[in-house]
């Protein structure tokens, strides 16, 4: 049981370029969610999927796609990146348990854009 | 604007020694209140969740306290060790609002020297 994974772990692009980061969870969890961690600010949710199939923004949401691929996957995509764009991006899924929401997260991806 | 603050900012205390974490919010009504460890270079892992009934929640050495009528609640660290160095970040969730809505605070980074 791995829990919430991410790909890369690391990456450099220059202003303009495109990218995807990967996230899995397999833990059978329903919702995925996507962060970004900046210095100085608590964390803020771009993007979420609270099933398979559906998707919505969240906080800040600007220059950035995503695709709930199935219940296990959810990628994140920059189509132009900006310095603006530069942070640490955090993946995290849900437990079922209606309760308490418990977040789950991966390890994070840290994105520096030049 | 529902807000969540931490103090102090960062922290640094002898190993063996204890240590308070406080958190101040201005979210109401809400759910729970959260507090999440994470690891220079990881991602948060939860410590405890608490809903709005309850007053202290622990964890091992780690005790959380919630004052709903004053909209504060603290961690407190027991007999720290060198492996509690991380920052650790309080989280509220709003009440009557969609599941991903979470208010990150900034957290307060924690060193703890041999």
């Known amino acids: 049981n791995a829990g919430v994974t991410q790909t890369p772990k690391f990456q450099v692009l220059k202003t303009g370029q495109s990218m995807t980061l990967q996230c899995a969870q397999d833990?059978?969890?329903?919702?995925m969610y996507w962060y970004r961690q900046d210095p100085g600010m608590g964390l803020r949710l771009i993007y979420y999927s609270a099933s398979e199939g559906t998707t919505d923004k969240g906080e800040v949401p600007n220059g950035y796609n995503v695709s709930r691929l199935n219940k296990r996957e959810f990628s994140l995509r920059l189509e132009s990146a900006a310095p603006s764009q530069t942070s640490v991006y955090f993946c995290?899924?849900?437990?079922?348990?209606?309760?308490?929401?418990?977040?789950?997260f991966g390890p994070g991806t840290r994105l520096t854009v030049t | 604007k529902n807000q969540v603050e931490q103090s102090p900012q960062s922290l640094i205390i002898l190993e063996g020694k204890n240590c308070t974490l406080q958190?101040?919010?201005?979210?109401?009504?809400?759910?729970?209140l959260r507090w999440y460890k994470q690891d220079t270079g990881r991602g948060p892992v939860s410590l405890t969740i608490?809903?709005?009934?309850?007053n202290t929640k622990s964890n091992g050495r780690y005790t959380a306290t919630l004052d709903a009528d004053t909209k504060q609640s603290s961690l407190h660290i027991t007999a720290s060790q060198l492996s509690d160095s991380a920052s650790y970040i309080c989280v509220v969730r709003p009440m009557n609002t969609g599941f991903q809505k979470l208010v990150f605070g900034t957290g307060t980074r924690l060193l703890v020297s041999p």
């Open positions: 995290a899924s849900n437990t079922p348990d209606r309760a308490t929401y418990e977040q789950y």
């Open positions: 833990m059978n969890h329903n919702s």
């Open positions: 958190c101040n919010y201005t979210v109401s009504p809400f759910s729970n």
């Open positions: 608490m809903t709005f009934s309850e």
